[in-house]
T-cell receptor, first 114, second 109 residues
Framework: DTGVSQNPRHKITKRGQNVTFRCDPI?????LYWYRQTLGQGPEFLTY????????KSRLLSDRFSAERPKGSFSTLEIQRTEQGDSAMYLC????????????FGQGTRLTVV | RKEVEQDPGPFNVPEGATVAFNCTYS??????FFWYRQDCRKEPKLLMS???SGNEDGRFTAQLNRASQYISLLIRDSKLSDSATYLC??????????FGTGTQLKVEL
């Protein structure tokens, strides 16, 4: 399977714990995006990378969220001191650089904070 | 104001009907536009890109009006399998994808 891969698919954690999600993009894609989606809403932009450089981070994102893409390949998204409001589907997407290029999504990581 | 706005629906239509979804975007610098489809509890998948000249793919037609900052999607001869959420997407700075809330379509017998 050469699509976007996300792990884990599901994560249940207690409030206050740290969690880390991984995304493996399509190998030749240099752009990688993280989105968050809650029920009844469209995907909300969190951050994106071009190669290893983080180009933009949503101002809605608190300092508890951090993302890395150390070698321009896979990426990790860490949430520290999780809160119940962090419960959502976290989606990763990748694309080639350029106007009009399609972004392909992974199946997402569903986070439940209890 | 949201960057991309859509009517959330739901649109309940009989099989065979024609249905149209509209979307507006606020960033006049947006360069690329798309419609994505999302099935329940699945990831979004590209339905079609939207070009200035308008484009058609089978039963689906997309239109872009840059002057009004308006995008539309027309589905003809609706099938039960068209039931899904349709997400309007515009690109912002750096080709970042900005999604609307999505419009839910339910096609019924």
């Amino acid at each position: 399977d050469t699509g976007v891969s996300q792990n884990p698919r599901h994560k249940i954690t207690k409030r206050g714990q740290n969690v880390t999600f991984r995304c493996d993009p399509i190998s030749e894609h240099n752009r990688l995006y993280w989105y968050r989606q809650t029920l009844g809403q469209g995907p909300e932009f969190l951050t994106y990378f071009q190669n290893e450089a983080q180009l933009e981070k949503s101002r809605l994102l608190s300092d508890r969220f951090s993302a890395e893409r150390p070698k321009g390949s896979f990426s990790t998204l860490e949430i520290q001191r999780t809160e119940q409001g962090d419960s959502a589907m976290y989606l990763c997407a990748s694309s080639l650089e350029g106007v009009g290029t399609e972004a392909f999504f992974g199946q997402g990581t569903r986070l439940t904070v209890v | 104001r949201k960057e991309v706005e859509q009517d959330p629906g739901p649109f309940n239509v009989p099989e065979g009907a024609t249905v149209a979804f509209n979307c507006t975007y606020s960033n006049s610098a947006s360069q690329s536009f798309f419609w994505y489809r999302q099935d329940c509890r699945k990831e979004p998948k590209l339905l079609m890109s939207v070009y200035s000249s308008g484009n058609e793919d089978g039963r689906f037609t997309a239109q872009l009006n840059r002057a009004s900052q308006y995008i539309s999607l027309l589905i003809r001869d609706s099938k039960l399998s068209d039931s899904a959420t349709y997400l309007c997407v515009a690109t912002g700075g750096g080709n970042k994808l900005t999604f609307g809330t999505g419009t839910q379509l339910k096609v019924e017998l």
